[in-house]
């Protein structure tokens, strides 16, 4: 099956800078690259996804990176903000059914 | 807007005892899951469907079964709760753009 690693497991940042958060997976038949927001007590949300034939995503402050040969992609989010403290999980797929392995979650802390 | 939702928010169950958790999506989509969320694990697959009676096993699929009798309906079964079963249970359905949209969870803890 997929292996899926996030890092950092943590991440902690001041308001208005930027957040890297980078996963890599092992599953080269891999086509899609989605990212999930998980605020506190409240279920996983898709923020921004990518698929193999391209290799980069904006979307206004955020976006996905793709090194497809290296098998990781990674998510960026610029002008860090409070509201953007949360939980974030990459989940490769794509290839059965749209099944997803999710990496074990970066915390995410903007401090004002 | 898509809506999942899932038959409890909060349970708590004897050791040993049967424990049926419901979600119920409104988009007529094809693929079901089952997640269950602990924490620096991620949410790790259980089970899912991709069509009436039609079930799949995840990675974790010990100790759980999973029914779909009709399209919109997706119950995950433990048939004997035991106390490592304590958990978020997650529900999602898959539209065809591959997102997947999330029940509020049912937060389990087994005695």
């Known amino acids: 099956g997929e292996n899926v690693e996030q890092h950092p497991s943590t991440l902690s940042v001041q308001e208005g800078d930027s957040a890297v958060i980078k996963c890599t997976y092992s599953d080269s038949a891999s086509n899609y690259f989605p990212w999930y927001k998980q605020e506190l007590g409240k279920r996983p949300q898709l923020i921004i996804d990518i698929r193999s034939n391209v290799g980069e995503k904006k979307d206004q402050r955020i976006a996905v990176t793709l090194n497809k040969t290296a098998k990781h992609f990674s998510l960026h989010i610029t002008e860090t903000q409070p509201e953007d403290s949360a939980v974030y999980f990459c989940?490769?797929?794509?290839?059965?059914?749209?099944?997803?392995?999710f990496g074990q979650g970066t915390i995410l802390t903007v401090h004002p | 807007d898509v809506k999942v939702t899932q038959s409890s928010r909060y349970l708590v169950k004897r050791t040993g005892e049967k424990v049926f958790l419901e979600c119920v999506q409104d988009m007529d989509h094809e693929n079901m899951f089952w997640y269950r969320q602990d924490p620096g694990l991620g949410l790790r697959l259980i089970y899912f469907s991709y069509d009436v009676k039609m079930k799949e096993k995840g990675d974790i699929p010990e100790g759980y079964s999973v029914s779909r009798e009709k399209k919109e309906r997706f119950s995950l079964i433990l048939e004997s709760a035991s106390t490592n079963q304590t958990s978020m249970y997650l529900c999602?359905?898959?539209?065809?753009?591959?997102?997947?949209?999330f029940g509020p969870g049912t937060r389990l803890l087994v005695l």
């Open positions: 999602a359905s898959r539209s065809s753009s591959e997102t997947q949209y």
């Open positions: 989940a490769p797929g794509g290839t059965s059914y749209g099944k997803l392995t």
